[in-house]
């Protein structure tokens, strides 16, 4: 049975830094492409990144292009989101997901609230 199980959400100012993680078990990270989404309240879910497996560099939405960054740690198969200079709009659910299908994710973690303050 494959979880997903996000950690390291909360409260921050603006302009602060949180690091979000997705631990594994049942799958391993390193060997499938896996993301982070988001959700504020009232609006759709969006994507946030994708880390690839290969030589692929990862991608991400425009809003967070330059200040997120995912990653992951074979060893402790575990996904990573750096969040740095965190803003109003960066204030929602994350959630991990992981392994494609079709358009969606066939995989998701239970979501972790993150909370950026002015």
């Known amino acids: 049975q494959v979880q997903l199980v996000e950690s390291g959400g909360g409260s921050v100012q603006a302009g602060g830094s949180l690091r979000l993680s997705c631990t594994a078990s049942g799958i391993m990270l390193t060997f499938v492409q896996s993301a982070w989404f988001r959700q504020a309240p009232g609006k759709e879910r969006e994507w946030v990144a994708t880390i690839y497996t290969g030589i692929q560099v990862p991608s991400y939405a425009d809003s967070v292009k330059g200040r997120f960054t995912i990653s992951r740690d074979h060893a402790k198969n575990t996904l990573f989101l750096q969040m740095t200079g965190l803003e109003l709009e960066d204030t929602a659910v994350y959630f991990c997901?992981?392994?494609?299908?079709?358009?969606?994710?066939?995989?998701w973690g239970q979501g972790t609230q993150v909370t950026v303050s002015s």
């Open positions: 997901a992981a392994v494609p299908s079709g358009l969606e994710y066939k995989y």
